[in-house]
């Protein structure tokens, strides 16, 4: 209810623009007190504590306790220098993270029939506004960064079935199961615990991301109050609900802001190119076809693809 709250509720995520970022909290706060550097300091952590397990339909990962921990950080390693351990493995550590991502990756499996290969994804990085228009291209989908999915993903479910066990207000995450021939319809926030398609039919609510997304500290907030011996009160969940459909509010517009920075920058990108030639796909998807969207080109310069329209 301070300030500071106000701000980041009115904010409601962190906006990634390829002209630069607008944190929802000051980026002081997030460097000094919240800061996950591995500078050896003990950070007080909301933490969920699995085991990693299986029974007759393989791999799982089973909730073992949610609270709050003392944890240091380690080290800080990037995606490809994880992805280069968890192929050769050089150290103890390193070792690991490989059993740990097997495990993750069965998991994985067990909900997802078939998954999508590592691929190249471009990304727009401007500076100078606009001085220097970059089109870098990064691999997405590669096992470093499945593995912190996987952790998130398991996190928010184990949360989600624990507030619905212990009668916790919560902000869930849901997805209706798409019709024969359509794709899923768009996620949603609610207070009602109901299944997420994408998530195999399990409750999910985002909760690993306080310091960019105000649903996940909400959340936090929600399960805090109750492991510290906090009750919810009528009041309380009125609030709740009020606070939900502004949040959908705001990041519906926060969304379409997004889209059209990219769009902006990629256009000027383009811009700066009058005489190249590029090859270009259409895609056509069944939302296509019924006119509820248009279709998408494609762009494919040699250093990678970038949606334009």
């Excluded at 495990?103 to 997802?112: E, Y």
């Amino acid at each position: 209810g301070g300030a500071l709250d106000r701000a980041a509720m009115r904010r409601g995520t962190a906006h990634f623009w390829p002209d630069g970022v607008i944190p929802m909290l000051p980026a002081s706060l997030a460097e000094t007190r919240l800061s996950l550097d591995a500078d050896g300091k003990p950070r007080r952590s909301f933490t969920a504590r699995f085991r990693c397990a299986t029974d007759d339909g393989g791999a799982k990962l089973e909730l073992v306790r949610l609270g709050f921990s003392n944890v240091r950080i380690a080290a800080n390693r990037t995606y490809e220098e994880v992805d280069a351990a968890l192929t050769s493995p050089a150290s103890a550590n390193d070792r690991r993270l490989a059993r740990l991502w097997e495990h993750l990756a069965a998991v994985r499996r067990r909900r997802i029939a078939v998954d999508e290969p590592p691929r190249p994804e471009s990304r727009l990085v401007v500076t100078g506004d606009g001085a220097s228009i970059e089109l870098r291209t990064v691999t997405v989908g590669t096992p470093a960064r499945r593995l912190i999915e996987e952790l998130a993903l398991a996190a928010g479910m184990a949360v989600a079935g624990w507030a619905r066990e212990h009668e916790v207000p919560l902000v869930y995450r849901v997805q209706d199961a798409p019709a024969v021939g359509r794709r899923p319809s768009r996620a949603t926030y609610t207070l009602t615990p109901d299944e997420h398609h994408a998530m195999g039919g399990a409750l999910y609510a985002h909760v690993t991301s306080p310091l960019r997304r105000y649903v996940d500290l909400l959340n936090q907030r929600q399960v805090a109050a109750r492991l510290t011996g906090g009750r919810v009160e009528a009041d309380a969940q009125v609030d709740l609900q009020r606070m939900t459909l502004g949040i959908r509010d705001v990041l519906d517009r926060a969304r379409d802001l997004g889209r059209d920075a990219q769009r902006y920058w990629a256009l000027r990108w383009l811009a700066q190119r009058p005489d190249e030639v590029f090859d270009a796909e259409l895609r056509l998807e069944p939302q296509t076809l019924d006119g509820s969207r248009p279709p998408r080109a494609l762009v494919l310069p040699a250093s990678g693809r970038r949606p334009v329209a």
